[in-house]
């Protein structure tokens, strides 16, 4: 049973425009979220997070909104570079738990 | 330079052979991860620590085992009786709870 969906295996978006990925979740105890950016045979890099507590955390060119009641969040990138093209994963905890559960990815490319 | 080191990054296995996958930490991070990620899924909890000294096991902890008796390190041992070992292996480390992740490189495991 995945808890965390990222649905579209891949996106592909104009240099400078916006990229949208988003991420469903289906455990109501998950209270804080995290996005990670993955190049080919590197280890995942932290891009941003949040808390339940909001509903938007914002860092330079990243945008995380989140909507508790539809359990879906997403991540905004604005303007879109080529080298934002990587795989972004998004992880989900729950109260009381030290583990993260994390989503399959979306394949994003940036087209220059 | 503050960072996770994985060695080695290609680690051939024979049938019937353990290896350990070697990782080391200088952030003063208490916990580590291991994971495991599989073309098209995303990344799956092998074993955590949250301290030196103890470990618990994850989402797919069979075929596997871990030491921790140092802060700094966190051995993987993939053991014969994980019948399908080959995949990207992905240590981490922080500041544990839910504090964020930071990755290694990765050490792509291969069955001969």
């Known amino acids: 049973d995945q808890q965390v969906k990222q649905n579209s295996p891949s996106l592909s978006v104009q240099e400078g425009r916006i990229s949208i990925l988003n991420c469903d979740y289906t455990?109501?105890?998950?209270?804080?979220f995290l996005w990670y950016k993955k190049y080919p045979a590197e280890g995942p890099t932290f891009l941003i997070s949040i808390s339940s507590i909001k509903d938007k955390n914002e860092d330079g060119r990243f945008t995380v909104f989140l909507n508790k009641s539809a359990k879906h969040l997403s991540l905004h990138i604005v303007p879109s570079q080529p080298g934002d093209s990587a795989v972004y994963f998004c992880?989900?905890?729950?109260?009381?738990?030290?583990?993260?559960?994390f989503g399959t990815g979306t394949r994003l490319k940036v087209l220059a | 330079d503050g960072g996770i080191t994985q060695s080695p990054k290609y680690l051939f296995r024979k049938e019937g052979q353990n290896v350990t996958l070697s990782c080391e930490q200088n952030?003063?991070?208490?916990?580590m991860y291991w994971y495991r990620q599989d073309p098209g899924q995303g990344l799956r909890l092998i074993y955590y620590s949250q301290i030196v000294n103890d470990f618990q096991k994850g989402d797919i902890a069979e075929g596997y085992s871990v030491s921790r008796e140092k802060k700094e390190s966190f051995p993987l041992t993939v053991t014969s009786a994980q019948k399908n070992p080959t995949a990207f292996y992905l240590c981490?480390?922080?500041?544990?709870?839910?504090?964020?992740?930071?990755f290694g490189p990765g050490t792509r495991l291969l069955v001969l």
């Open positions: 455990n109501s105890m998950f209270d804080y």
């Open positions: 952030l003063n991070h208490d916990a």
């Open positions: 992880a989900a905890s729950a109260v009381g738990t030290y583990k993260y559960i």
């Open positions: 981490a480390s922080g500041g544990g709870g839910r504090e964020t992740q930071y």
